[in-house]
């Protein structure tokens, strides 16, 4: 009785790859801007799953580095607002007076107040979302990047 109530349990619990193996049309990098291991390697996973090319850091300042020392470019930037040595707003700002036009989706924790939302905004992303990100934003950011020209 106890395995077809732990299969049940199993069914009901959603899934956290990609649906259908979902794949993206062209070969995309991400970059993902995390200091909490566990969110930035179920992202990293996930998103390896989708066929996406993905390098993780810790800080803003790394990601800023990246950009300006190696001239390495990206698709998509996930930056997370609060982020140890440099802090996402801090980081997107000064990507953008870099020059860098790449998309910056923001995350910011349940506990960001909504000042900091909105500072994070003007500093430059593109769009923001609350963590932990679903599945369905991922998909619907890489469909967007795999549909441009």
Known sequence: MSSSASASSSKSKKRVGPENDFKVGKQLKVLIVDD????????????????????????GNVAVNIHDITQMRFDLIFMNSVLPLMDGIRAT??????????????????????????????AGLDDCYEKPLTPEIFRSLLEKLSNKA
Request: aromatic share 6%; hydrophobic share 35%.
């Open 36 to 59: 909490d291991d566990v969110s930035q390697t179920t992202y990293i996973l996930f998103l390896q799953k989708c066929g996406v090319e993905t390098l993780g850091v810790r800080n």
């Open 93 to 122: 700002k000064k990507l953008r007076e870099m020059g860098i036009t790449t998309m910056i989706v923001g995350m910011t924790n349940v506990n960001d107040k909504e000042e900091v939302r909105k500072e994070f905004m003007e």
